[in-house]
Protein backbone atom coordinates (compact mmCIF):
# COMPACT_ATOMS: atom_id res chain seq x y z
CA UNK A 1 0.00 0.00 0.00
CA UNK A 2 2.84 2.32 0.76
CA UNK A 3 4.55 1.68 -2.55
CA UNK A 4 0.92 2.62 -4.40
CA UNK A 5 1.10 5.88 -2.40
CA UNK A 6 4.77 6.76 -3.30
CA UNK A 7 3.58 5.85 -7.12
CA UNK A 8 0.58 8.03 -6.61
CA UNK A 9 2.75 10.73 -5.07
CA UNK A 10 5.70 10.91 -7.69
CA UNK A 11 3.39 10.83 -10.74
CA UNK A 12 1.15 13.14 -9.83
CA UNK A 13 0.84 16.03 -12.23
CA UNK A 14 0.11 19.54 -11.11
CA UNK A 15 -1.79 17.32 -8.21
CA UNK A 16 -3.47 15.32 -10.86
CA UNK A 17 -3.58 11.60 -11.63
CA UNK A 18 -4.43 10.62 -15.37
CA UNK A 19 -6.07 7.28 -16.38
CA UNK A 20 -3.06 6.05 -17.92
CA UNK A 21 -1.15 5.72 -14.34
CA UNK A 22 -4.08 4.68 -12.81
CA UNK A 23 -4.43 1.99 -15.29
CA UNK A 24 -0.86 1.56 -14.61
CA UNK A 25 -0.93 1.35 -11.10
CA UNK A 26 -3.65 -1.53 -10.64
CA UNK A 27 -1.09 -3.68 -12.70
CA UNK A 28 2.40 -2.99 -10.79
CA UNK A 29 -0.22 -3.15 -7.60
CA UNK A 30 -1.94 -5.85 -7.81
CA UNK A 31 -5.09 -2.66 -6.90
CA UNK A 32 -8.31 -2.08 -8.46
CA UNK A 33 -8.83 1.18 -10.02
CA UNK A 34 -11.27 1.95 -7.02
CA UNK A 35 -7.81 1.01 -4.72
CA UNK A 36 -5.91 3.44 -6.50
CA UNK A 37 -8.69 6.08 -6.94
CA UNK A 38 -8.93 5.99 -3.08
CA UNK A 39 -4.89 6.36 -2.29
CA UNK A 40 -4.89 9.31 -4.72
CA UNK A 41 -8.08 11.37 -3.10
CA UNK A 42 -6.68 10.39 0.23
CA UNK A 43 -3.14 11.99 -0.27
CA UNK A 44 -5.25 15.46 -1.62
CA UNK A 45 -4.61 13.94 -5.98
CA UNK A 46 -7.17 14.28 -7.77
CA UNK A 47 -7.74 11.76 -10.73
CA UNK A 48 -7.32 13.79 -14.11
CA UNK A 49 -11.23 12.61 -15.49
CA UNK A 50 -12.49 14.95 -12.21
CA UNK A 51 -10.26 17.68 -13.11
CA UNK A 52 -13.41 20.45 -13.99
CA UNK A 53 -15.05 19.43 -11.21
CA UNK A 54 -12.14 21.11 -9.50
CA UNK A 55 -13.58 24.84 -8.85
CA UNK A 56 -16.57 23.01 -7.46
CA UNK A 57 -15.79 20.48 -5.86
CA UNK A 58 -12.41 20.20 -4.14
CA UNK A 59 -10.46 16.72 -3.51
CA UNK A 60 -11.82 16.38 -0.50
CA UNK A 61 -15.61 16.92 -1.54
CA UNK A 62 -14.60 14.61 -4.45
CA UNK A 63 -13.12 11.90 -1.67
CA UNK A 64 -16.46 12.28 0.29
CA UNK A 65 -18.28 11.11 -3.01
CA UNK A 66 -16.01 8.49 -3.55
CA UNK A 67 -16.75 6.96 -0.54
CA UNK A 68 -20.26 7.54 -0.87
CA UNK A 69 -23.07 4.61 -1.65
CA UNK A 70 -26.36 6.05 -3.25
CA UNK A 71 -29.16 3.61 -3.49
CA UNK A 72 -31.33 4.35 -7.17
CA UNK A 73 -34.47 2.88 -7.16
CA UNK A 74 -36.11 2.41 -10.70
CA UNK A 75 -33.53 2.16 -14.04
CA UNK A 76 -36.19 4.22 -16.48
CA UNK A 77 -36.56 7.16 -17.57
CA UNK A 78 -34.95 9.34 -14.70
CA UNK A 79 -33.34 6.45 -13.54
CA UNK A 80 -30.70 6.09 -16.15
CA UNK A 81 -29.54 9.79 -16.30
CA UNK A 82 -29.10 9.14 -12.64
CA UNK A 83 -26.92 6.80 -12.55
CA UNK A 84 -24.63 8.37 -15.03
CA UNK A 85 -24.37 11.80 -13.58
CA UNK A 86 -23.94 9.77 -10.23
CA UNK A 87 -21.10 7.96 -12.08
CA UNK A 88 -19.38 10.70 -13.76
CA UNK A 89 -20.24 13.02 -10.78
CA UNK A 90 -17.61 10.07 -8.83
CA UNK A 91 -19.44 8.89 -6.04
CA UNK A 92 -17.91 5.77 -5.53
CA UNK A 93 -20.69 2.73 -5.00
CA UNK A 94 -24.42 3.08 -7.07
CA UNK A 95 -27.24 0.43 -5.54
CA UNK A 96 -29.78 0.48 -8.85
CA UNK A 97 -32.66 -1.60 -8.23
CA UNK A 98 -35.10 -2.39 -11.03
CA UNK A 99 -37.09 -5.38 -12.16
CA UNK A 100 -37.33 -4.88 -15.79
CA UNK A 101 -36.11 -5.55 -18.90
CA UNK A 102 -35.99 -2.97 -21.91
CA UNK A 103 -38.46 -2.83 -24.28
CA UNK A 104 -39.12 -0.60 -27.47
CA UNK A 105 -41.28 2.09 -26.10
CA UNK A 106 -38.41 2.59 -23.54
CA UNK A 107 -36.14 4.25 -26.56
CA UNK A 108 -37.12 7.92 -26.91
CA UNK A 109 -35.70 8.30 -23.20
CA UNK A 110 -33.73 5.71 -21.51
CA UNK A 111 -30.57 6.44 -21.46
CA UNK A 112 -28.61 3.27 -21.29
CA UNK A 113 -31.74 1.49 -24.09
CA UNK A 114 -30.84 0.64 -27.47
CA UNK A 115 -32.02 -1.56 -30.11
CA UNK A 116 -29.20 -3.66 -29.48
CA UNK A 117 -30.31 -4.34 -26.28
CA UNK A 118 -33.67 -4.34 -25.72
CA UNK A 119 -34.98 -7.59 -23.73
CA UNK A 120 -31.50 -6.74 -21.83
CA UNK A 121 -32.14 -6.17 -17.85
CA UNK A 122 -32.04 -2.48 -17.46
CA UNK A 123 -30.05 -2.68 -14.29
CA UNK A 124 -27.54 -5.24 -16.55
CA UNK A 125 -27.20 -2.46 -19.06
CA UNK A 126 -26.54 0.24 -16.73
CA UNK A 127 -23.55 -2.23 -15.11
CA UNK A 128 -22.01 -2.22 -18.86
CA UNK A 129 -22.40 1.54 -19.54
CA UNK A 130 -21.07 2.69 -15.90
CA UNK A 131 -17.63 -0.20 -16.30
CA UNK A 132 -17.27 2.21 -19.94
CA UNK A 133 -17.58 5.23 -18.48
CA UNK A 134 -15.97 5.67 -14.75
CA UNK A 135 -14.79 1.74 -14.06
CA UNK A 136 -13.35 3.06 -10.55
CA UNK A 137 -16.86 3.48 -9.60
CA UNK A 138 -18.63 0.41 -7.97
CA UNK A 139 -22.31 -0.29 -9.38
CA UNK A 140 -24.25 -3.21 -7.52
CA UNK A 141 -27.11 -4.19 -9.95
CA UNK A 142 -30.31 -5.31 -8.34
CA UNK A 143 -32.72 -6.73 -10.78
CA UNK A 144 -35.71 -7.07 -8.49
CA UNK A 145 -38.84 -5.14 -7.39
CA UNK A 146 -38.63 -3.15 -4.45
CA UNK A 147 -40.76 -2.76 -1.70
CA UNK A 148 -42.03 -2.11 1.57
CA UNK A 149 -41.07 -5.90 2.51
CA UNK A 150 -37.64 -6.03 0.62
CA UNK A 151 -36.28 -2.19 0.86
CA UNK A 152 -34.51 -2.11 4.02
CA UNK A 153 -32.03 -4.97 3.00
CA UNK A 154 -31.61 -3.97 -0.82
CA UNK A 155 -30.58 0.17 0.40
CA UNK A 156 -28.55 -0.97 3.20
CA UNK A 157 -25.38 1.04 3.83
CA UNK A 158 -26.65 3.56 1.50
CA UNK A 159 -26.31 7.62 2.71
CA UNK A 160 -29.37 9.20 0.12
CA UNK A 161 -32.18 7.27 -1.80
CA UNK A 162 -33.11 8.51 -5.44
CA UNK A 163 -36.62 7.76 -5.94
CA UNK A 164 -36.55 7.58 -9.89
CA UNK A 165 -39.62 4.92 -9.96
CA UNK A 166 -43.28 5.14 -11.94
CA UNK A 167 -45.41 3.63 -9.48
CA UNK A 168 -46.85 5.93 -6.97
CA UNK A 169 -47.77 3.05 -4.43
CA UNK A 170 -44.21 1.61 -4.88
CA UNK A 171 -42.72 5.49 -4.10
CA UNK A 172 -44.76 5.93 -0.67
CA UNK A 173 -43.29 2.12 0.26
CA UNK A 174 -40.14 3.14 -0.37
CA UNK A 175 -40.75 6.81 1.50
CA UNK A 176 -42.01 4.24 4.54
CA UNK A 177 -38.43 2.27 4.29
CA UNK A 178 -35.95 5.48 4.25
CA UNK A 179 -37.74 6.77 7.54
CA UNK A 180 -37.39 3.69 8.84
CA UNK A 181 -33.71 3.39 7.81
CA UNK A 182 -33.29 7.36 8.98
CA UNK A 183 -32.27 7.94 5.28
CA UNK A 184 -32.99 11.24 3.02
CA UNK A 185 -34.73 10.50 0.18
CA UNK A 186 -34.63 12.58 -3.32
CA UNK A 187 -38.07 12.40 -5.14
CA UNK A 188 -39.05 13.36 -8.55
CA UNK A 189 -41.86 12.32 -10.92
CA UNK A 190 -42.45 13.53 -14.27
CA UNK A 191 -44.99 13.62 -16.87
CA UNK A 192 -44.87 14.88 -20.26
CA UNK A 193 -43.81 18.65 -20.12
CA UNK A 194 -43.98 18.75 -16.43
CA UNK A 195 -42.05 17.01 -12.98
CA UNK A 196 -41.57 18.07 -9.54
CA UNK A 197 -38.41 17.42 -7.43
CA UNK A 198 -38.03 17.28 -3.46
CA UNK A 199 -36.33 15.81 -0.91
CA UNK A 200 -37.68 14.09 2.21
CA UNK A 201 -35.85 14.31 5.48
CA UNK A 202 -36.62 11.40 8.06
CA UNK A 203 -39.50 12.71 9.78
CA UNK A 204 -40.99 15.06 7.19
CA UNK A 205 -43.48 12.57 5.35
CA UNK A 206 -43.01 14.77 2.54
CA UNK A 207 -44.23 11.80 0.14
CA UNK A 208 -47.08 11.33 1.75
CA UNK A 209 -48.11 14.80 1.72
CA UNK A 210 -47.91 14.85 -1.88
CA UNK A 211 -49.81 11.83 -2.50
CA UNK A 212 -51.82 11.50 0.64
CA UNK A 213 -54.43 8.94 0.09
CA UNK A 214 -54.09 8.54 -3.92
CA UNK A 215 -51.94 5.01 -3.31
CA UNK A 216 -52.85 3.69 -6.18
CA UNK A 217 -52.70 4.11 -9.70
CA UNK A 218 -50.59 6.31 -11.81
CA UNK A 219 -50.64 10.12 -12.43
CA UNK A 220 -51.22 12.08 -15.95
CA UNK A 221 -48.24 10.57 -17.21
CA UNK A 222 -51.05 7.89 -18.38
CA UNK A 223 -51.93 9.67 -20.84
CA UNK A 224 -48.96 12.51 -21.05
CA UNK A 225 -46.00 9.74 -21.63
CA UNK A 226 -42.74 10.97 -21.31
CA UNK A 227 -40.69 12.79 -23.82
CA UNK A 228 -36.96 12.50 -23.40
CA UNK A 229 -36.07 16.01 -22.17
CA UNK A 230 -37.96 15.71 -18.73
CA UNK A 231 -36.44 12.83 -17.48
CA UNK A 232 -32.94 14.61 -18.03
CA UNK A 233 -33.84 17.84 -16.65
CA UNK A 234 -35.67 16.47 -13.57
CA UNK A 235 -32.95 13.28 -12.98
CA UNK A 236 -29.81 16.34 -13.11
CA UNK A 237 -32.18 17.96 -10.31
CA UNK A 238 -32.50 15.04 -8.38
CA UNK A 239 -28.74 14.43 -8.22
CA UNK A 240 -27.76 18.10 -7.52
CA UNK A 241 -29.76 17.63 -4.60
CA UNK A 242 -27.95 14.37 -3.97
CA UNK A 243 -24.36 15.76 -4.33
CA UNK A 244 -25.55 18.47 -1.59
CA UNK A 245 -27.09 16.23 0.82
CA UNK A 246 -23.26 13.55 0.89
CA UNK A 247 -21.24 16.71 0.97
CA UNK A 248 -23.51 18.87 3.67
CA UNK A 249 -23.41 21.79 0.86
CA UNK A 250 -26.49 24.40 -0.28
CA UNK A 251 -29.76 24.45 0.70
CA UNK A 252 -31.41 21.00 -0.49
CA UNK A 253 -35.60 21.30 -1.16
CA UNK A 254 -36.44 20.27 2.11
CA UNK A 255 -40.23 21.11 3.01
CA UNK A 256 -40.96 22.66 -0.46
CA UNK A 257 -40.77 21.23 -3.89
CA UNK A 258 -39.65 22.45 -7.65
CA UNK A 259 -42.32 22.28 -9.82
CA UNK A 260 -41.08 22.02 -13.47
CA UNK A 261 -43.42 23.03 -16.51
CA UNK A 262 -41.32 23.32 -18.98
CA UNK A 263 -44.12 24.11 -21.67
CA UNK A 264 -44.51 27.28 -20.69
CA UNK A 265 -40.97 27.28 -18.79
CA UNK A 266 -42.05 27.88 -15.39
CA UNK A 267 -40.44 26.92 -12.07
CA UNK A 268 -42.46 27.36 -9.13
CA UNK A 269 -41.37 26.31 -5.55
CA UNK A 270 -44.01 25.28 -3.36
CA UNK A 271 -44.52 24.63 0.66
CA UNK A 272 -45.41 20.62 1.11
CA UNK A 273 -44.46 20.81 5.24
CA UNK A 274 -45.19 22.83 7.77
CA UNK A 275 -41.47 23.65 9.01
CA UNK A 276 -40.93 25.48 5.52
CA UNK A 277 -42.59 28.90 5.51
CA UNK A 278 -43.09 30.27 2.20
CA UNK A 279 -41.26 33.19 0.97
CA UNK A 280 -43.73 35.75 -0.25
CA UNK B 1 -68.38 34.83 -4.29
CA UNK B 2 -65.60 35.57 -6.13
CA UNK B 3 -62.24 32.73 -6.31
CA UNK B 4 -59.18 33.08 -7.75
CA UNK B 5 -58.27 29.28 -9.39
CA UNK B 6 -54.63 29.13 -10.98
CA UNK B 7 -53.93 25.82 -12.86
CA UNK B 8 -50.26 24.21 -13.50
CA UNK B 9 -49.20 22.08 -16.04
CA UNK B 10 -51.48 19.57 -17.88
CA UNK B 11 -54.56 20.91 -16.25
CA UNK B 12 -54.65 24.53 -18.39
CA UNK B 13 -54.09 22.67 -21.79
CA UNK B 14 -57.90 23.63 -23.14
CA UNK B 15 -58.35 26.11 -19.91
CA UNK B 16 -56.35 28.83 -18.21
CA UNK B 17 -53.24 30.12 -15.85
CA UNK B 18 -55.26 31.97 -13.80
CA UNK B 19 -58.68 33.28 -13.72
CA UNK B 20 -60.86 35.02 -11.21
CA UNK B 21 -64.61 33.23 -11.29
CA UNK B 22 -68.00 33.29 -9.51
CA UNK B 23 -69.51 30.37 -7.40
CA UNK B 24 -72.15 30.06 -5.21
CA UNK B 25 -71.55 29.53 -1.28
CA UNK B 26 -70.75 26.33 -0.01
CA UNK B 27 -68.31 25.23 -3.28
CA UNK B 28 -66.10 22.87 -2.23
CA UNK B 29 -62.55 22.05 -4.12
CA UNK B 30 -64.44 19.01 -5.63
CA UNK B 31 -66.76 21.58 -7.35
CA UNK B 32 -64.68 23.36 -8.65
CA UNK B 33 -62.56 20.70 -10.36
CA UNK B 34 -65.79 19.52 -11.60
CA UNK B 35 -66.64 22.71 -12.82
CA UNK B 36 -63.29 22.70 -15.14
CA UNK B 37 -63.85 18.91 -16.13
CA UNK B 38 -60.65 18.09 -14.56
CA UNK B 39 -61.05 14.31 -13.03
CA UNK B 40 -60.07 13.78 -9.45
CA UNK B 41 -58.04 10.57 -10.26
CA UNK B 42 -55.95 13.05 -11.91
CA UNK B 43 -55.56 15.62 -8.81
CA UNK B 44 -52.18 15.69 -7.09
CA UNK B 45 -51.33 19.13 -5.18
CA UNK B 46 -54.65 21.06 -3.62
CA UNK B 47 -54.00 24.43 -2.27
CA UNK B 48 -55.95 27.38 -0.89
CA UNK B 49 -53.91 30.60 -0.14
CA UNK B 50 -50.58 28.57 0.00
CA UNK B 51 -52.45 25.57 2.86
CA UNK B 52 -52.26 21.82 1.40
CA UNK B 53 -56.05 21.39 1.46
CA UNK B 54 -58.30 17.88 0.38
CA UNK B 55 -61.45 17.71 -2.11
CA UNK B 56 -64.38 17.99 0.44
CA UNK B 57 -62.71 21.48 1.50
CA UNK B 58 -64.62 24.43 1.30
CA UNK B 59 -63.88 28.11 -0.36
CA UNK B 60 -64.39 31.23 1.04
CA UNK B 61 -64.74 34.57 -0.63
CA UNK B 62 -61.34 35.60 -1.83
CA UNK B 63 -59.96 32.25 -1.67
CA UNK B 64 -56.96 31.61 -4.57
CA UNK B 65 -57.31 27.78 -5.38
CA UNK B 66 -54.29 26.14 -6.94
CA UNK B 67 -54.77 22.96 -8.57
CA UNK B 68 -51.43 20.41 -9.42
CA UNK B 69 -52.05 17.12 -11.68
CA UNK B 70 -51.19 14.36 -10.19
CA UNK B 71 -47.32 13.28 -11.48
CA UNK B 72 -46.33 10.25 -11.34
CA UNK B 73 -43.82 8.84 -13.95
CA UNK B 74 -40.14 7.73 -13.95
Known sequence: MEALISFVKDHAENQLLPWRLQVEATGRFGATLAQVEMAALEQGILLARYQRNRQTLTVNDQLTLFKSCVAVIGCGGLGGYVVEELARLGVGRIVVIDPDVFEEHNLNRQLFSSPGNLGTAKVAAAAIRINEINPAVTLIPLQTAFSAQNGAELIKGCQVAVDALDSIQVRLELSGVCTTMDIPLVHGAIAGWFGHVTTQFPGDDTLQKIYGSRSAGKGVEQTLGNPSFTPAVVASLEVAEVCKLLLGQGEPLKGRQLVIDLLSMEMNIIAITDSYKEKE | ?74
Open chain 2, 1 to 74: MKITVKLFASFRAGRFDIETREYPLGTSVADVADSLHLPQSELGIMMINHRHVKLERLLEEGDTLALFPLLGGG
